[in-house]
């Protein structure tokens, strides 16, 4: 663009060189030729006439050429600016993070897209000419800034005080996203402004930080645990270095605080087993049982144990490994490794004997084969995210799976995974609990509690509620009842010379009785809301919800249908041959300043009157009120 501006500029300028020399030509001839007629004075000559003429006209072509190559110019100034312009526009919309320029008032000057999108309550205000004061003021009102919250005023002066003036980058919150801000004043005393969203690094901090948090935590339960075992213990890492090593070893031997000092247990050249045990004693005579590991990774475990007493008393000793393996063998804890594919390539014996499978037949497969169909999709997309760098949030977190024994049975157990780093590939070590015994205790101590809370809350002889469910059933209907303003509507029912029944048939028949009159109001009160209860004794209650007096009257109407057709015998009934019941209805509204035992109270009263009246009938409490 630079080229082609100045190509314009080189060609305005050719005419007019030329023109204003032969103008200036022609001026000085003409000059000279009335500089030689006034020496000699002389009339001039009569062509200097025409051509002062002719000379006129050429100057005043030259600066008519002059003006065109300045508009030239200045339209080729215009275009220049425009497309730089247009550059800088295009590139300050391409940035990646908000971009704003503020003049000397702090009034916005221009801003991109991006900035707008970062600040989308604030997208309308961000208008070239805004002061910034309003654009802040308009986000503490809406409460977009959290550190700024119950503070609004002393924020906003400290934010404009430091504007322009900060050396280093800040950080701020806004509508739940972070953003990097960094600004700076330029000479001319305008405020260039770049905010990037660094909401996702904030995050991964935080996350970091926890994970951090929580390796620390581990470490130091680790240390605390190994300190806390009755034997000695020391780990070395694959260059022989003293990596930890726990209180009681410290006190048999002080140096082996300080970093590689060498250690008791055989060098890593001499442990070429999995597995090296020897007897040594120390110079105050302690004699220790070394037992030393070497894991995959080629760290070396080794385990000391103050065998002094057993030293010469090997049956003794013996009976003591046998116990410690007897005691390791029921620990019921078991540890698997498996490499970034999922194989199986180390267990011990206790996950033999958890899944039933022999190490060999596991050893060399996909660990999957273990678990569940569900489980298996859900183990192969963990690796696939794992790998991909996005599943490392579940390292070191048990979580609860279902596993499959050798035989099909279904296993219940806890899983926690944690990476182990290698040079070459990736392993993972898996410590495993079973939670199988534990999974059917509490099935079968939920099933339990479900029963006691069902027999809490039932009649035993006739599974009906009882009064304990009534009461509470009663107060949560009857504080609906006022919430909604609909009626609500009890039956107290009395089986009708019920002792004489039993004097006559016996307790036995009675309680078959009772049973049969229960399943009667059952059938009655069947809406999905009714609740039917034993009072006590020959005493029960049908409670209706949503139920008004019309409705109440109908289900004692059908119920003592149902019971007449039950026709239950009872030759020692004054009234009938056959069980009959007396009932006291109560449908009302509930209102505030009652209670429902005022209610229970009037189905009480009402069922008295039904008794005075000779029983066999239905009485309404709206029946005891005067005319």
């Known amino acids: 663009m630079a080229a082609v501006f100045a190509h314009h500029k080189q060609a305005s300028r050719a005419v007019p060189r030329w023109l204003g020399l032969a103008a200036a030509l022609g001026l000085a001839a003409l000059g000279l030729a009335c500089w030689q007629a006034g020496a000699v004075r002389q009339t001039p000559p009569a062509f200097v006439a025409p051509l002062l003429v002719l000379l006129l006209a050429g100057l005043c072509l030259c600066l008519l050429g002059l003006w065109h190559a300045w508009q030239r110019k200045l339209a080729a100034a215009q275009s220049y600016r425009q497309g730089v312009q247009q550059i800088l526009t295009e590139a300050i919309e391409a940035m990646p993070a908000g971009f704003e320029l503020w003049d000397k008032h702090d009034h916005l000057v221009i801003c991109n897209q991006r900035l707008r999108e970062q600040y989308p309550s604030l997208a309308d205000l961000l208008v070239p000419g805004v002061p910034l004061h309003k654009v802040l003021e308009h986000a503490l009102q809406n409460g977009a800034i959290p550190g700024a919250i119950g503070n609004e005023t002393r924020w906003l002066e400290q934010r404009l005080a430091r504007r322009g003036h900060q050396q280093q980058p800040v950080v701020e919150e806004y509508g739940g996203r ?162 970034g594919s999922g194989i199986i390539l180390s267990c011990n014996l206790a996950v033999e004997r958890l899944f039933g499978y022999s190490r060999g037949e596991m050893l060399g497969h996909n660990v999957s084969m273990l678990m569940l169909d569900k489980e298996r999709l859900a183990h192969d997309e963990y690796l696939l995210r794992f790998a991909r760098g996005q599943g490392g949030r579940l390292m070191n977190q048990p979580r609860e799976l279902q596993a499959r024994h050798r035989s099909g049975m279904t296993l219940t157990v806890q899983l926690a995974v944690t990476e182990v780093p290698e040079q070459q590939e990736r392993l993972f070590v898996g410590v495993i609990s079973d939670l199988t015994d534990r999974k059917q205790f509490e099935q079968e101590l939920q099933r339990v509690n479900e029963q006691l809370l069902r027999l809490s809350t039932t009649d035993s002889l006739t ?165």
């Open 463 to 627: 599974e009906l509620a009882n009064r304990r469910l009534l009461m509470q059933r009663l107060e949560e209907e009857w504080r609906r009842g006022l919430r909604s303003h609909q009626s609500l509507a009890l039956l107290l029912i009395d089986v009708d010379y019920f002792k004489l029944y039993n004097d006559h048939y016996g307790h036995q028949a009675g309680d078959s009785c009772l049973l049969t009159v229960a399943q009667v109001l059952r059938n009655a009160a069947n809406r999905p809301g009714d609740l039917v209860a034993r009072y006590g004794g020959e005493e029960f209650v049908v409670l209706l919800a949503q139920t008004d007096e019309a409705g109440m009257q109908a289900v004692a109407a059908r119920l003592r249908e149902l019971l007449a057709a039950a026709a239950i015998e009872h030759k020692g009934s004054p009234l009938r041959p056959s069980v009959t019941v007396s009932i006291g209805m109560c449908s009302c509204p509930p209102t505030p300043g009652t209670f429902a035992s005022q209610w229970l109270a009037q189905a009480d009263r009402a069922l008295y009157q039904a008794k005075a009246l000779g029983r066999d009938r239905a009485v309404s409490a709206l029946e005891l009120l005067p005319e």
């Open 178 to 339: 972070w953003t990097h801000i960094h600004e700076r004043r330029t000479p001319s005393g305008f405020t260039v402004g770049i905010r990037l969203d660094v909401s996702e690094l904030i995050l991964t901090q935080q996350a970091l930080a926890e994970a951090k948090a929580q390796a620390q935590h581990d470490r130091q339960l680790l240390e605390r645990a190994i300190d806390a075992m009755p034997a000695g213990i020391e780990i070395y890492d694959e260059h022989e270095r003293l990596v930890m090593a726990n209180q009681r070893l410290a006190d048999w031997q002080p140096r082996l605080q300080q970093a590689g000092t060498p250690r008791l247990a055989p060098t890593a050249q001499q442990a070429d087993s999995q597995d090296r045990t020897q007897l040594s004693q120390l110079p105050d005579g302690l004699w220790l049982k070394t037992s030393q590991t070497r894991t995959p990774e080629g760290f070396v475990l080794t385990v000391h144990q103050d065998v002094s007493d057993l030293v010469h008393q090997e049956q003794a000793l013996k009976a003591s490994q046998a116990q410690l393996q007897a005691i390791i063998g029921t620990a019921g804890v078991s540890i698997i490794t498996i490499d």
